[in-house]
């Protein structure tokens, strides 16, 4: 595939590995080749990475429903320094870009982030937003535009390269997506998981609240990335329920310019390689009608 620009950046394809579905990403090379990862991922974006580690929520952390995923996990990770010492070297033999996904108590936390970020070779950040500010009551940072304008514009002032905001799918989304835009962030990913609920067990009985992802959530995303389009000019990046090469081309024929996958490397190891190829074939099958999308 050619060099895919995503606003002022270049990849070497669209494609990007989400945040959290890789683990700490030291399993990628057990199941893709060197080759793969490298005709295949544009980008690896890291598992949520906070200041402090954090121990993540009690089992069950992941339930199967009929087409989607609903997980748990409590952002579990070990602390962004302990995340460049020991697994960060590893990950950077890869030869591919280095997106790291951060997500913070306050907005504090999230600039000292950016600051010690900012000093290693980093290729971007991913903001997840879908966090609650404890500063403010734990409300979400995603519910509330005028504090994503302060996290963009701190993060911005500190981070030089490419700049990510990972959208809530519920609360003031188009809103959200302005503030981001006026403070200089180079690229939306629309959007994170949707608030969910399983039952687990009957007896005892057994709940699971989590975040739905997975082929269940794709045309609610794609409605999102569709609508959004309209609203903003910045790339947006898909995520939500990417199985296919067909699933990348209805998101980019929606208005998105990237794609993330996700739920789809819990199925399957290699669907990047899969999706990745069936997308440029599909591509080619349809050039007309891209470049009309896009005229
Ligand atoms: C097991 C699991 C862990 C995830 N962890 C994170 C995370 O740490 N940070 C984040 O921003 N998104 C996280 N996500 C959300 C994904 O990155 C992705 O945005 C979402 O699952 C929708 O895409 P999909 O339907 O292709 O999975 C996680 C998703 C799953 C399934």
């Excluded at 945040?19 to 700490?24: A, D, V």
């Excluded at 998981?193 to 045309?219: D, E, F, H």
């Amino acid at each position: 595939m050619k060099n895919w620009a995503i606003g002022n950046f270049t990849f070497r394809t669209p494609f990007f590995l989400a945040s959290g579905t890789w683990g700490l990403g030291d399993s990628l090379l057990k199941y893709l080749t060197p080759e793969e990862v490298k005709l295949s991922i544009g980008a690896f974006i890291t598992k949520g990475l906070s200041l402090e580690p954090m121990e993540g929520n009690p089992p069950p952390r992941l339930f199967e429903t009929p087409c989607g995923l609903i997980n748990s996990i409590g952002l579990e990770n070990p602390g962004l320094k302990t995340y460049l010492e020991k697994y960060y070297p590893r990950l950077k033999t890869l030869q591919v870009p280095i997106i790291f996904n951060l997500h913070g108590k306050t907005l504090q936390e999230f600039f000292e982030m950016a600051e010690i970020l900012a000093k290693y070779d980093v290729d971007g950040l991913e903001l997840n937003i879908s966090c609650p500010n404890v500063k403010e009551g734990g409300i979400f940072f995603s519910q509330r535009p005028e504090l994503v304008y302060e996290l963009v514009k701190g993060v911005r002032e500190r981070f030089q390269k490419f700049l990510i905001v990972k959208l809530s799918p519920f609360g003031p989304v188009f809103e959200v997506a302005k503030a981001a835009e006026e403070a200089r962030a180079d690229a939306l990913t629309v959007a994170n998981t949707y608030p969910a609920l399983g039952i687990v067990s009957y007896q005892p009985l057994q709940i699971i609240r989590g975040g739905l992802s997975g082929p269940a959530i794709k045309p609610l995303t794609l409605r999102l990335v569709f609508e959004l389009s309209k609203e903003v000019n910045l790339p947006l990046i898909a995520s939500g329920g990417i199985l296919s090469g067909k699933d990348a081309l209805d998101y980019y024929l929606c208005g998105a310019k990237a794609f993330q996958i996700g739920t789809a490397n819990l199925i399957d190891p290699k669907a990047p390689v899969k999706i990745s190829q069936e997308f440029e074939t599909m591509v080619r099958k349809y050039e007309g009608l891209l470049n009309k999308s896009t005229s």
